[in-house]
C-alpha cells in the first residue's frame, strides 16, 4: 500500500513538474494559461502543495538518512532529476527578482476600468495603456509561474530518492 502511495505522489509531481515547465515557458511564446483560464492557473498554482503533503503522509518517523544512503546508485533518472534542481534553483531566483524589479515591486491590476500597475508602500499606482498592461500581465504570469518547476521537482526528488532506498529495506 505504502509503495503503490509512493507512486501515485510521484506521478503526480512528475505531472505536475512537466505541465508547469510547459506552461511557464509557453509564456514565453504568447500563450497565457494566466489570461486563457484563471481556474486552471489557480489550481496549478495550488498543485505545488500536494507533493509535500505526499511527503508528510509517507514520512516514517525516527528514519534517519545514513551516511551510506547518499552514496547508493538511485540511478539515471535521480542523476537527471538532481541536475534539473540545480540549473532550475538559480533559473528560479533570477527569473522571481528581473520580473520583479521590471514589474517595480508591483503587480497589474484593474481597477473601475482602469489599467494600473499598483506599487508597493503606498506608492500611486502608475496608469498603463491596454498594451502596458497585458505586458505587465505576462510579466507577472512568469514571475508567479518560475517558481513552480522547482516547487514540483523538489518533492519528486525526495520522494523519487526514498521510493528507490525504501526498496533496498
Request: proline share 0%; no cysteine; aromatic share 28%.
Given at each position: 500500500m505504502r509503495k503503490s502511495i509512493t507512486i501515485f505522489f510521484l506521478?503526480?509531481?512528475?505531472?505536475?513538474?512537466i505541465a508547469s515547465l510547459i506552461i511557464h515557458f509557453l509564456l514565453f511564446f504568447g500563450f497565457s494559461l494566466y489570461k486563457e483560464s484563471p481556474s486552471l492557473w489557480l489550481i496549478m498554482h495550488l498543485s505545488i502543495f500536494v507533493g509535500y503533503i505526499g511527503l508528510y503522509l509517507l514520512r516514517k518517523p525516527g528514519r534517519e538518512l545514513k551516511a551510506e544512503d547518499y552514496t547508493k546508485d538511485l540511478g539515471r533518472l535521480m542523476l537527471v532529476i538532481t541536475i534539473l534542481f540545480v540549473l532550475l534553483v538559480p533559473y528560479t531566483i533570477i527569473n522571481f527578482f528581473y520580473y520583479q524589479s521590471?514589474?517595480?515591486?508591483g503587480y497589474p491590476d484593474r481597477v473601475n476600468g482602469q489599467y494600473l500597475l499598483v506599487l508597493e508602500h503606498g506608492q500611486k499606482p502608475k496608469v498603463l495603456t491596454e498594451e502596458e498592461f497585458a505586458r505587465a500581465e505576462t510579466y507577472q504570469a512568469r514571475k508567479t509561474s518560475g517558481h513552480w518547476m522547482l516547487a514540483h521537482l523538489f518533492p519528486l526528488m525526495l520522494l523519487y530518492m526514498n521510493y528507490k532506498l525504501e526498496g533496498d529495506e
Open positions: 506521478f503526480y509531481t512528475a505531472i505536475g513538474f521590471v514589474l517595480k515591486h
